[in-house]
């Protein structure tokens, strides 16, 4: 269970929580995958590491492009 960053301080971050969850779990999946991480926090849990990753602005959530139909 994250416990900080609260989910409150991540939704700064994302447009709602859907959004935060996608792109923390890609992010987790990264990490867990063998990506190198981008917080100094001691932590296992990738996605503890991966929500302290965005809430220090170290990974920017971003939208992906429509296609032009």
């Not at 900080?4 to 996608?22: D, G, Q």
């Not at 990506?35 to 932590?43: F, I, Q």
């Amino acid at each position: 269970m994250i416990v900080k960053p609260t989910v409150s301080e991540l939704l700064k971050f994302a447009k709602n929580r859907y959004e935060l969850v996608i792109a923390t779990s890609k992010r987790a999946r990264q990490i867990a995958n063998g990506s190198p991480v981008r917080t100094n926090v001691k932590e296992e849990s990738p996605v503890t590491l991966a929500a302290n990753e965005i809430a220090e602005g170290k990974v920017k959530i971003i939208e992906p492009e429509e296609d032009s139909k």
